[in-house]
């Protein structure tokens, strides 16, 4: 796997952990993620934004990626 799907695919991976683990249902409730940093860029936040968004072309895509079934293939143990 190249490193820029294995980064987006772990990106997912954490920001969905919280429903994955019934912490939640829903990925904008749970207050401990960077989720929300992402998504709403007037909100005050540590996180370097740019360097995350460059692989989805908008927001939108953004927050699309994150609602669909990702195959966390990386977590296979050979």
Same mark, same amino acid.
């Given at each position: 796997? !190249?490193?820029?799907?294995?980064?987006?695919?772990? =990106?997912?991976?954490?920001?969905?952990?919280?429903? #994955?683990?019934?912490?939640?249902?829903?990925?904008?409730?749970?207050?401990?993620?960077?989720?929300?940093?992402?998504?709403?860029?007037?909100?005050?936040?540590?996180?370097?934004? !740019?360097?995350?968004?460059?692989? =989805?072309?908008?927001?939108?895509? =953004?927050?699309?990626?994150?609602? #669909?079934?990702?195959?966390?293939? =990386?977590?296979?143990?050979?």
């Amino acid at each position: 796997m !190249n490193d820029e799907r294995y980064l987006i695919k772990l =990106f997912h991976y954490i920001h969905n952990n919280p429903i #994955s683990h019934g912490f939640t249902t829903n990925i904008e409730d749970w207050k401990y993620s960077s989720y929300q940093a992402y998504t709403n860029s007037k909100k005050s936040s540590k996180i370097e934004r !740019n360097e995350m968004m460059q692989y =989805f072309d908008t927001v939108d895509n =953004f927050i699309e990626y994150h609602k #669909s079934n990702v195959e966390y293939d =990386f977590l296979l143990i050979e």
